[in-house]
């Protein structure tokens, strides 16, 4: 079974940053793909950025030049540095990880909340 841990979240001034870490375990034989998503209270879940194996890094337009997203995979591991945080990068955010042993399935972190205030 694998498992999503996350830490970093929290609650920041706007202007400053954050540090958000993910960590795969379990029985991985590789990881296809690591993601951070957010979800605002009453909306939807959305994808912030995106790093797939061997492939360019993707991100929401609303965080581009603001947030940067990195993966160490020898630690199973992604992070998300968040610097000029705004009061609309308030949400819960959440890890995925398209991970492959024999078959390919998708996790879910447990979500962390990064709360910006003005």
């Known amino acids: 079974q694998v498992q999503l841990v996350e830490s970093g979240g929290g609650l920041v001034q706007a202007g400053g940053s954050l540090r958000l870490s993910c960590v795969a375990s379990?029985?991985?034989?590789?990881?296809?793909?690591m993601g951070w998503y957010r979800q605002a209270p009453g909306a939807q879940r959305e994808l912030v950025a995106g790093?797939?194996?061997?492939?360019?890094?993707n991100y929401a337009d609303s965080v581009k030049g603001r947030f940067t997203i990195s993966a160490d995979n020898a630690k199973n591991t992604v992070y998300l540095q968040m610097n000029s945080l705004k009061p609309e990068d308030t949400a819960v955010y959440y890890c995925?990880?398209?991970?492959?042993?024999?078959?390919?399935?998708?996790?879910w972190g447990q979500g962390t909340q990064v709360t910006v205030y003005s």
């Open positions: 790093i797939p194996s061997g492939g360019s890094t």
């Open positions: 379990g029985s991985i034989e590789s990881i296809i793909f």
């Open positions: 995925k990880m398209l991970i492959r042993l024999g078959v390919q399935r998708q996790y």
